[in-house]
């Protein structure tokens, strides 16, 4: 059973709806990230918090809005998104970012297909 | 250029036969750390390995070893007497001390293990 739970699994949408992917982690880290992974494209760290703070935004487009109310739950706010944002997004946490040694934790992903 | 890479996209072995799987870095710090995770087709990544770039002693665990060697930057992976249950992909990864909040993915290598 994992320590970072992702919902919904599956998510189907049209490219005006908006969504929302929720992200929840049981392991008292303090770290937190969203990835994106395409099919045949590495791993893309799109953002980092930690200590409920954004460290990093790898260059995301506006359509995707992070949301980290605590250090347990991180958000991916979904709008207009475009068929190329059609992947399948992890969440992660580790027990502290700056301390580069601690490996992430992943959840099993939310497969996101835009019509 | 890749900073992670594994040049193995894909690779086929018989149940049994042992399977090396390659990884090489790249790095001007002088203080990183290099992970392997594994991502069965569930779709979650399990971390395997954690190594400190001033510890090159290699590292056993059941069938599973890693060779670490500074000279060539390089992390390889051996699984031996391969079994149908290690068929995933397989990814490398670097955390440099300068950008801990991003670890660097290397692309993946997908096993499988036909039985």
């Known amino acids: 059973e994992t320590g970072v739970t992702q919902t919904p699994r599956h998510l189907v949408m049209g490219m005006t709806n908006k969504k929302s992917l929720k992200c929840e982690q049981h392991l008292g880290h303090n770290a937190m990230y969203w990835y994106k992974q395409s099919a045949k494209k590495p791993l893309e760290l799109m953002f980092v918090?930690?200590?409920?703070?954004?460290?990093e935004n790898n260059s995301v487009p506006s359509r995707f809005s992070p949301e980290c109310p605590n250090s347990s739950h991180l958000f991916l706010h979904l709008h207009t998104l475009q068929p190329e944002d059609s992947a399948l997004y992890l969440c992660a946490s580790s027990q502290d970012m700056r301390q580069g040694n601690q490996p992430q934790h992943f959840g099993d992903g939310t497969r996101l297909s835009i019509l | 250029a890749q900073k992670v890479t594994q040049a193995q996209t894909e690779i086929s072995v018989v149940e049994k036969e042992d399977v090396t799987l390659d990884c090489v870095y790249e790095?001007?710090?002088?203080?990183?750390?290099l992970f392997w995770y594994k991502q069965p087709p569930s779709g979650e990544l399990v971390f395997l390995i954690r190594?400190?770039?001033?510890?090159?002693q290699n590292e056993i665990s059941g069938r599973y070893s890693w060779n670490f060697q500074k000279s060539t930057s390089s992390f390889n992976f051996t699984i031996t007497a391969s079994q149908v249950v290690d068929s995933a992909v397989y990814f490398c990864?670097?955390?440099?001390?300068?950008?801990?909040?991003?670890?660097?993915f290397g692309p993946g290598t997908s096993l499988s293990v036909i039985p």
């Open positions: 990864a670097l955390s440099e001390r300068t950008s801990y909040d991003k670890v660097i």
């Open positions: 190594r400190n770039s001033f510890d090159e």
């Open positions: 790095t001007r710090d002088t203080t990183y750390y």
């Open positions: 918090y930690n200590f409920k703070e954004q460290t």
